[in-house]
């Protein structure tokens, strides 16, 4: 069973820090990776995309790929109470189906 | 652009009755998916079309059937509800059915099964 692992949290972080999220995943073939955001009684929202090892950033989010480890993790730059959600990790499922896996996601507070 | 719509927002069931989840999308996707959402079990796939016309089985199937009534519409039927089914149910979109790229998701639903 392909699998997504992610720290359930909660984690909490002081406004204007930085949040780090990880994810892992079992499967070696993945070759996309996706971050959503979602937000207490509301839909899972992409908020990042990354398929090739390194860095991706988007204002102030940077996601980061290693494939080799089988490791995807999420910073979040200046914290902000705005960005208090669970954030849930998502790998394909198999390598032409258009199926995603998600984790169970992490919980992060940012504190004012 | 509406997105990806679903209908009811909010439902309550005895034991026992049938109901369907609705759900169109407007961004001409190939792929469309149910998922459920239970507190501390994250998001498991129940069904999803990878195309018009063609329908499989996700992670936890059991108990309900779908109907992809055209490109646009996709839909999740409870035949006899049960209790283990209240959960929150969320459909989503992709535009391709090869590969993996982003998903959309509706508001969800909201069902409870007394």
């Known amino acids: 069973q392909k699998e997504v692992e992610q720290n359930s949290g909660p984690l909490s972080v002081p406004e204007g820090a930085i949040a780090s999220l990880n994810c892992t995943y079992s499967?070696?073939?993945?070759?996309?990776f996706f971050w959503y955001r979602q937000y207490s009684g509301k839909s899972p929202e992409l908020i990042m995309s990354i398929y090739s090892n390194g860095d991706k950033e988007d204002g102030r989010f940077t996601a980061q790929l290693n494939k080799a480890s089988q490791y995807v993790s999420l910073l979040i730059r200046d914290s902000q109470p705005s960005d208090s959600a669970t954030y849930l990790c998502?790998?394909?499922?198999?390598?032409?189906?258009?199926?995603?896996?998600f984790g169970q996601g992490t919980t992060l507070q940012v504190k004012p | 652009n509406a997105g990806v719509t679903q209908t009811p927002k909010f439902q309550v069931l005895k034991t026992g009755q049938s109901m369907t989840l609705q759900c169109a999308q407007d961004m001409n996707h190939n792929s469309m998916y149910w998922y459920r959402q239970d507190p501390g079990m994250g998001l498991r796939l129940i069904y999803y079309?990878?195309?018009?016309?063609?329908?499989d089985k996700g992670e936890v199937p059991n108990g309900y059937n779908v109907s992809r009534l055209n490109k646009r519409e996709f839909s999740l039927r409870l035949e006899s509800a049960a209790p283990s089914q209240t959960s929150v149910y969320f459909c989503?979109?992709?535009?391709?059915?090869?590969?993996?790229?982003?998903?959309?998701f509706g508001p969800g639903t909201r069902l409870t099964v007394l």
């Open positions: 079309s990878a195309s018009e016309g063609t329908t």
């Open positions: 989503a979109s992709s535009a391709t059915s090869g590969g993996a790229t982003e998903q959309f």
């Open positions: 499967d070696r073939v993945s070759q996309s």
């Open positions: 998502a790998v394909p499922l198999g390598s032409n189906t258009g199926k995603l896996i």
